[in-house]
């Protein structure tokens, strides 16, 4: 098989949640650890730190990849879904998985794919964890995909894990309250394995602290006062956020939506930690000139350093294109507030979404003084643009459907001037649909 061909075998000849919804989920890990003794246990060659939460953990774990690379590590990168091609959800200081590899990999181990019927998702990670001992990383990032405690990634035991957030999605699998959310995602606290909490609540908290406890984990609440890192976050003309750590160490960041300066305090509260690992000697030392030039090296280039897309992303002026990939009420309270307080003359908003995504929830938290195009794009789980418009007239929303990404991106050009603003989200397949054709 070709690179094409394997693709095209990976995403329809396997059980998939991304293209297939709930039936293409499988639950427990019992695939997944016989995939690991087959390729020897290759999670047991790297160090790894583990990312978990609702939202924000795409960026938390870009952040912390493209700090330890200007570090000097060498840095394996594993996130989902990818927005245009394959190669983008496995990196190696930033740079894509092979097309060779995948093809190889696949052709190599398909009759065993055949037996086993793992998910598409169980054959990524055990490809991602093979990878990354071949390519010799010291230090693996991975991103849990759906989850955490029946998580496919979840059969390794990091140096660190870190939980961003909770909030109500994949109800469906992960359970229809914060509370069992919570104990899902922290499935992936291992014993004597230090964990970084983002953002705690009352309905979550006593629920991480009891699971710590039981694992004898050293657990950090970033968002209280004696543990936060960030004392100030500035928006700058340029786009990017400077922001002063509670150390005075000051630093620029090119993530500019309005919800990074968590994700940041987040990023900083786990980078802490392995400092206290050992991992970033100069981390904690106050107004650090050597570690702030490398801060703003590494989050003033994150794009380049991690090949992160599709958070608040920038692709077009005259009219202004922006691209994020909230697709859930938790993102979308951000998202709103957002876009109400970006400058323009009108606010056109293309919109698409999974159909089972909570999608009143969305569409009642979505700005009201906006055009709407409401769309589908080409993954199979997308709710209908006409389904999406009935909503949306319940909402007030004024809007028309297009029955593809594309025929929404024309009709909002249409007519825009450059004091206008284009916005693109609701769903990662959305964006795909759009930079595939426009990047």
């Not at 009759?111 to 093979?130: G, H, N, R, S, V």
């Not at 908290?205 to 710590?212: C, D, K, M, S, V």
């Not at 981390?283 to 490398?294: A, C, I, S, W």
Request: proline share 3%; with cysteine; hydrophobic share 35%.
């Amino acid at each position: 098989m070709n690179y094409e061909e394997t693709i095209h075998y990976l995403f329809n000849r396997t059980a998939n949640y991304e293209q297939q919804g709930v039936a293409g989920y499988k639950e427990g890990l019992d695939t997944m650890l016989a995939l690991d003794e087959h390729f020897g246990h290759p999670h047991k060659h790297f160090r790894s730190i583990h990312v978990a939460g609702t939202n924000g953990k795409g960026s938390t774990s870009h952040l912390i990849a493209a700090m330890l690379q200007i570090c000097g590590y060498r840095v394996g990168l594993y996130t989902s879904p990818h927005i245009v091609d394959f190669s983008e959800r496995i990196r190696v200081n930033g740079n894509p998985i092979t097309e060779e590899y995948v093809t190889k990999f696949v052709d190599k181990e398909r009759a065993l794919f055949e037996q086993l019927k793992p998910t598409f998702f169980e054959i990524t990670t055990a490809m991602a964890f093979k990878y990354f001992e071949e390519t010799d990383v010291d230090i693996a990032v991975i991103e849990v995909g759906l989850g955490g405690r029946l998580d496919s990634t979840n059969i390794i035991t990091p140096i660190l894990s870190v939980i961003t957030n909770i909030s109500l999605d994949h109800t469906r699998l992960l359970g229809t309250s914060l509370e069992q959310i919570a104990i899902e995602k922290a499935g992936i606290i291992k014993p004597n394995v230090p964990v970084v909490i983002g953002e705690s609540m009352p309905e979550t908290l006593p629920i991480f602290e009891a699971i710590a406890q039981e694992n004898h984990s050293r657990i950090v609440f970033a968002d209280d006062d004696e543990n936060k890192e960030i004392t100030e976050a500035t928006q700058n003309s340029d786009g990017t956020i400077r922001y002063r750590q509670k150390n005075h160490n000051e630093f620029r960041c090119e993530l500019s939506g309005e919800f990074q300066p968590k994700n940041m305090n987040t990023t900083l509260c786990a980078l802490r930690q392995l400092a206290n690992a050992g991992y970033l000697a100069d981390f904690g030392d106050d107004k650090n000139e050597k570690m702030e030039q490398e801060m703003n090296n590494a989050f003033l280039n994150i794009v380049k350093l991690t090949g992160l897309q599709a958070r608040w992303q920038i692709v077009k002026e005259n009219p202004r294109v922006i691209c994020d990939m909230g697709h859930n009420p938790g993102a979308w309270t951000y998202l709103s507030h957002q876009l109400e307080n970006t400058p323009c003359r009108e606010l056109r908003i293309i919109f698409g979404i999974a159909d089972d995504k909570d999608v009143y929830s969305v569409l009642e938290k979505l700005p009201k003084k906006a055009t709407y195009f409401f769309t589908k794009s080409t993954n199979h789980r997308a709710l209908s643009e006409m389904s999406l418009k009935v909503f949306g007239d319940q909402f007030g929303l004024n809007s028309q459907t297009f029955p593809t990404v594309e025929e929404a991106y024309q009709a909002a050009l249409e007519g825009a001037t450059s004091d206008d603003v284009i916005f693109v989200g609701g769903s990662a397949y959305i964006i795909s649909d759009l930079l595939k054709t426009h990047i």
